[in-house]
């Protein structure tokens, strides 16, 4: 098991054991980019400051545009599921005609 590396933390300036914050998302929708996204250099952080930062972002209501744009992706995501559900309902009714056809004729 490998030790954290221990240094001054970005945000409080204490020296204690240190991790990389990382945001917990991966893209932005609208290409607006979020405080975290926009920093050249994620912060090394103690425990308690990346525990805090942690907590601010998971509060954080995000952007207005990235929500509905979230909110219309994941109405498609819905409807594509629907639309499969049904399509594979008509194939599965059309091969019980064919089969059933098929037996009535043999």
Known sequence: MTTPLEARCDHCKQTRPLFLYEADHD??????????????RQPLLCARCWSAEKVREEADPGDPQDNAAGAAF?????NNARHIALRDADKAACDGI?????????
């Open 27 to 40: 893209f932005h929708l609208t290409g607006i980019t979020c405080e975290w996204c926009a920093q050249d």
């Open 74 to 78: 994941a109405r498609m995501i819905q």
């Open 98 to 106: 064919a089969e059933a056809t098929r037996n009535a004729t043999a």
